[in-house]
């Protein structure tokens, strides 16, 4: 079982030009669809001009209203459904940033311990040293102990440069895989909330 402290790196979300071009994309979208709220919706349904006109004509009047207010209605649907999915594809593109940093928190675990391993050795080694009464025997346990230290210093010096570059290298995909899916899910929204817009165009064209 491993024990290692999972150090958090840090995979900052840089924002890309690609996104910057999304997210104000999406403001324009919001702009332009924003203005609909169900306290616009209520002076149609209470219009004065409906109940001032003949009684017939206000029937159609009101019937092409109320076919509006429902155009609307499955509108707000449509794109609260649509903010719904991209809320929860956006928590699992993030989720898999961390699934990521686990991970390889658990594969450097055993090459951490062996380090750490190694190295407290070492120090300890010196403590015993340290411990020794004799000048002639202190002098000679610390060189001892000073041979091997430089293969230890050695092997922790080269081993983590090596595992520096690695792990760069896995942030720098766990990074770009974790982009991927959040413009999957941007793309997805985007589509959902055009389409929707279309069928309401449509739908009041229709009333
Ligand atoms: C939301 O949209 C998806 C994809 O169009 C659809 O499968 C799902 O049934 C919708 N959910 C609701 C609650 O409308
Ligand atoms: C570091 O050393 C360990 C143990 O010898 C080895 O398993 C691991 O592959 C090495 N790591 C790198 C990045 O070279
Ligand atoms: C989004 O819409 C574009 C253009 O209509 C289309 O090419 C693309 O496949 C759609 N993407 C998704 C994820 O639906």
Known sequence: MCVCSSQQSTMTQQLSPLKLLVSLYLLRLAISNCCYT???????????????????????????????????????????????????????CRELGSKRRMEFTQMQCSTRQDMVGQV??????????????????????????????????????????????????????????????????EERYINATAKAFVQLSKCLKAS
């Open 38 to 92: 169900p306290v616009h919706a209520v002076p149609f349904e209470t219009s004065e001009d409906v109940a001032g006109a003949g009684q017939s004509i206000g029937d159609a009047v009101a019937a092409v209203l109320r076919d509006a207010n429902n155009c609307f209605e499955t509108y707000m649907q449509e794109s609260r459904n649509a903010s719904d999915t991209y809320a929860s594809a956006y928590r699992t």
């Open 120 to 185: 407290t050795e070492m120090c300890k080694n010196f403590c015993d040293c340290a411990e020794i009464d004799g000048d002639l025997e202190f002098f000679q346990c610390s060189a001892r102990n000073a041979y091997k230290g430089v293969s230890t210093l050695q092997y922790v010096y080269l081993n983590s440069s090596a595992a520096i570059v690695e792990l760069e290298n896995k942030y720098q995909e766990a990074e770009k895989e974790i982009l991927f899916c959040t413009i999957a899910a």
